[in-house]
T-cell receptor, first 112, second 117 residues
Framework: EDKVVQSPLSLVVHEGDTVTLNCSYE??????LLWYKQEKKAPTFLFML????IEKKSGRLSSILDKKELFSILNITATQTGDSAIYLC????????????FGKGTLLTVNP | NAGVTQTPKFQVLKTGQSMTLQCAQD?????MYWYRQDPGMGLRLIYY???????DKGEVPNGYNVSRLNKREFSLRLESAAPSQTSVYFC????????????????FGDGTRLSIL
């Protein structure tokens, strides 16, 4: 049973479209949820969400966490070809659990 | 500003050969991690080290060993490589997760692409 489930697994859009990526997670020992963008090499950090209902924004990207319904969304507005990447969602467990548990990722392709 | 450095970047092995992947970080982080990434599988944790001198198994530890040589370095060893271990391997480091709010994101190296024939 997956502890972090992302949807859709892949998505193709045109430049200028708005996309919403979804991530649901298991509640046990939940501490925080992270979003990463991965292009050709290492994942790069986007957002960390700990509190429910507080939107985090960075340019055209924004994300929010719903701890009641156990999910997070990542929104990208006015998409550009440079947004094409794998978007990874991961949860941090609580207590002495230092580990990140990743979802399988969403492959976003933005066509000109 | 190196961050997390992994060597080598690419490697091809034959089945049964041994190999050590190296990882070093210069951010004075206590915690270090090894992940593997396979198509359609996301990143899966192999082993992690919460502090110098400690290591623990992750989700997929079979076939691997690790050594936390010192605070900076965390190596991953394949004693007898198998084709199923063909993957991209990422090392990461982070500050302690139990200090303050305890929520520090992990910093990743650029990965080692390993092919086993």
């Amino acid at each position: 049973e997956d502890k972090v489930v992302q949807s859709p697994l892949s998505l193709v859009v045109h430049e200028g479209d708005t996309v919403t990526l979804n991530c649901s997670y298991e509640v046990t020992n939940f501490r925080s949820l992270l979003w990463y963008k991965q292009e050709k090499k290492a994942p790069t950090f986007l957002f960390m969400l700990t509190s429910s209902g507080i939107e985090k924004k960075s340019g055209r990207l924004s994300s929010i966490l719903d701890k009641k319904e156990l999910f997070s969304i990542l929104n990208i507005t006015a998409t550009q070809t440079g947004d094409s990447a794998i978007y990874l969602c991961a949860r941090i467990g609580g207590g002495s659990n230092y580990k990140l548990t990743f979802g399988k990722g969403t492959l976003l392709t933005v066509n000109p | 500003n190196a961050g997390v450095t992994q060597t080598p970047k690419f490697q091809v092995l034959k089945t049964g050969q041994s190999m050590t992947l190296q990882c070093a970080q210069d951010m004075n982080h206590n915690s270090m991690y090894w992940y593997r990434q396979d198509p359609g599988m996301g990143l899966r944790l192999i082993y992690y080290s919460a502090s110098e001198g400690t290591t623990d198994k992750g989700e997929v530890p079979n076939g691997y060993n690790v050594s936390r040589l010192n605070k900076r370095e965390f190596s991953l060893r394949l004693e007898s490589a198998a084709p199923s271990q063909t993957s991209v391997y990422f090392c990461a480091s982070s500050e302690d997760l139990d200090r303050g709010t305890g929520n520090q994101p992990q910093h990743f190296g650029d990965g080692t692409r390993l092919s086993i024939l």
